[in-house]
């Protein structure tokens, strides 16, 4: 399922979903998770990274991270008033200890 994430080489991926999500669930569940980022242009691509997962409630300021990693600015502040309607939500960071990657060509 497609989901906004970070991470920073050396560093934990992280992204933030449900608290009382069927993923949040699941990973929690598990311990651990796979995350995949795929790019179709100029070529087919795709990285995944998987391993052991720390959740814990969102901090303050996690959403709007995220919101400003993938939002223009004019955008942030109404997609913040509206996910305050939500319920809670969980930030799910995930130490990487296996990668996979290709390059599949172009289409």
């Known amino acids: 399922m497609p989901i906004?994430?970070?991470?920073?080489?050396?560093?934990?991926?992280?992204?933030?979903?449900?608290?009382?999500?069927?993923?949040?669930?699941?990973?929690?569940?598990?311990?651990?998770?796979?995350?995949?980022?795929?790019?179709?242009?100029?070529?087919?691509?795709?990285?995944?990274?998987?391993?052991p997962v720390r959740i814990a409630d969102a901090a303050e300021g996690d959403m709007e991270a995220m919101a400003r990693r993938y939002l223009p600015p004019e955008a942030v502040g109404p997609y913040l008033a509206e996910a305050a309607n939500y319920p809670p939500e969980v930030t799910i960071r995930l130490t990487p200890e296996n990668w996979l990657s290709a390059d599949l060509g172009a289409l």
Not at 35 to 42: F, G, H, I, S
């Open 4 to 51: 906004w994430y970070d991470y920073t080489p050396g560093g934990e991926a992280w992204f933030v979903t449900g608290k009382d999500s069927l993923k949040a669930k699941l990973i929690k569940a598990a311990g651990r998770c796979t995350l995949m980022v795929e790019r179709l242009d100029p070529t087919v691509r795709y990285v995944s990274v998987e391993g």
